[in-house]
């Protein structure tokens, strides 16, 4: 497992995990933030926020509430069970994992901000890629949040009932969109107003591993991955003569949303208005 750590203000620190096993990743992680906490409670230290940026091997993991009946079909990859919230999800490689170890009471964030940030970062880079991209089959597809399903989904925009009507709006609410599928779950624990665990992004993961499970307990859900809309490279640093010249590659996506978690984190970008519901 290699690890790097980056320290990007007093503030802020990001480290790097590259095909890292769950239950090892977890265990540092819950370490790390009780001796945050200790360090807070018993000295008044603050220390610096961590964001984890993950490689994982492949596993599914339950949260803390989760029910077995989620889990469709057994395979070889191990269900280990977590203290997250949330049902059942699956990481792997080529999806984007990033672990938020934050002292929300030092930042001023309640638990709603936290979730907040995390969805509204993801569709800030979501929608940046997919305005970017020149594949038209990303053409009318954007990035949402959802009040009654944490995570990030994307949605297509409904057929104009009449192209001789002209519409005044630039109303971008999933309202008027049809929903396509889940690109990414959350799923945060939080112990004495620190925060750990976080958020999955699929990029250009198998998504066939999905199929075994109800991702995030929801039978049916449609998972996505951003490289079916944008062209995406096929492996980190390849140099496939075929691949497309301007494609996105999964380091480029993980540093657009490292840099806007950055900015959140500093308190460059504000909340938005929460998702309808």
Known sequence: MENTTQPLSETFITKYLSAADYNPTHDAMLERTLERIALKKEQGI???????????????????????????QRTDTPIIKTDRGGQVTWHGHG??????LFD????????????????????????????????????????????????????????????NIDTQTNDTSPDDKIMLGKVASLG???????????????????LSAFNAINPCGYAGMQMLRLSDFV??????????????????????????????????????????????K
């Not at 945060?188 to 198998?206: E, R």
């Open 46 to 72: 603050r220390t610096p926020d961590e964001l984890w940026i993950v490689d994982h091997n492949d596993v599914y993991t339950l949260g803390q509430a989760g029910k077995e009946e989620h889990i469709l």
């Open 95 to 100: 999806q984007l994992v990033i672990y938020w």
């Open 104 to 163: 929300l009471h030092s930042l001023g964030w309640s638990v709603r901000n936290l979730v907040s940030h995390a969805e509204q970062a993801i569709e800030d880079v979501m929608n940046e890629c997919l305005q970017e991209s020149d594949a038209s089959k990303s053409d009318n597809i954007s990035a949402h949040a959802r009040r009654d399903a944490p995570g990030v989904y994307l949605y297509a925009d409904m057929p104009e009932p009449d192209n």
């Open 188 to 206: 945060f624990k939080i112990k004495h107003g620190f925060s750990y665990h976080g958020i999955a992004v699929n990029l250009n993961c198998d």
């Open 231 to 276: 062209a995406m490279q096929k492996a980190p640093d390849a140099q496939d003569t075929q691949q497309i010249s301007n494609a996105l590659s999964y380091q480029q996506v993980t540093q657009k949303l490292i840099d806007n978690i950055a900015k959140r984190h500093a308190g460059l970008i504000e909340l938005r208005a929460l998702a309808p």
